[in-house]
């Protein structure tokens, strides 16, 4: 049963940390997006990359995210300091060449920080 | 850039048909996708329009037309478990298949 795996499932973190989210795509998708979706916001997306290379991360604040693909098979979204008005569920999404007519998402980390 | 516009909400009764629009701007244009998603879960995926017309998948239907930078979601035959937030996505042009979303309608299905 292929799907996105994201790790921790909950984080609860205090103001100033570092907190690093991971992401595994489905074997075999080459094209991998990171989300946040928050009330007020909707899904927003962060980044996204194509075979490992980031396309697109004009939705992240730069000064304290980054994205990066080490591998084909991890995605990682780290921030640092994190704030409090980063809370939010973050999702990864993975899908299959440049059609992409189909994201498959997996089921997001909670992030609080206080 | 890119925008969608959805209802942020649509009720209607067990058995019934609702339909969800959307409207898009979009500099560049390649699909429009629809997902779902449960309080607590997932997005998950629908359907997808890159050519004006309509696609069936059984009670969901989702029409496109690209003319009018407009598309809308049918469910038919509403039953209590689709009560859940819908969303439109925009896949950007160039082949890139940078997806952005609406920011959602919550459809309440009641008794």
């Known amino acids: 049963d292929a799907r996105v795996t994201q790790t921790p499932r909950h984080k609860v973190t205090e103001m100033g940390q570092e907190v690093t989210m991971r992401c595994q795509p489905i074997l075999g998708h080459n094209t991998v997006f990171w989300y946040r979706q928050t009330m007020m916001q909707g899904l927003e997306l962060l980044a996204y990359?194509?075979?490992?290379?980031?396309?697109?991360d004009s939705g992240m604040p730069k000064d304290r995210f980054s994205a990066e693909m080490p591998d084909a098979t991890l995605a990682t979204l780290k921030i640092q300091p994190s704030e409090p008005r980063d809370s939010a569920v973050y999702f990864c999404?993975?899908?299959?060449?440049?059609?992409?007519?189909?994201?498959?998402f997996g089921q997001g980390t909670r992030l609080t920080v206080v | 850039g890119q925008s969608l516009e959805q209802p942020s909400e649509v009720t209607a009764v067990e058995g019934a048909i609702v339909q969800i629009n959307c409207t898009y701007q979009t500099s560049g244009f390649y699909g429009l996708s629809w997902y779902q998603q449960h309080d607590g879960g997932a997005p998950t995926f629908l359907s997808y329009n890159a050519l004006d017309g309509l696609e069936e998948t059984g009670r969901f239907s989702s029409f496109l037309s690209r003319s009018d930078s407009y598309g809308y979601l049918l469910l038919q035959e509403l039953q209590m478990k689709d009560s859940a937030s819908y969303f439109c996505?925009?896949?950007?042009?160039?082949?890139?298949?940078?997806?952005?979303f609406g920011q959602g309608t919550t459809l309440q299905v009641k008794p």
């Open positions: 999404a993975s899908g299959r060449g440049s059609s992409n007519t189909e994201a498959f």
């Open positions: 996505a925009v896949q950007g042009s160039g082949n890139t298949g940078k997806l952005i």
């Open positions: 990359f194509r075979n490992r290379a980031p396309l697109d």
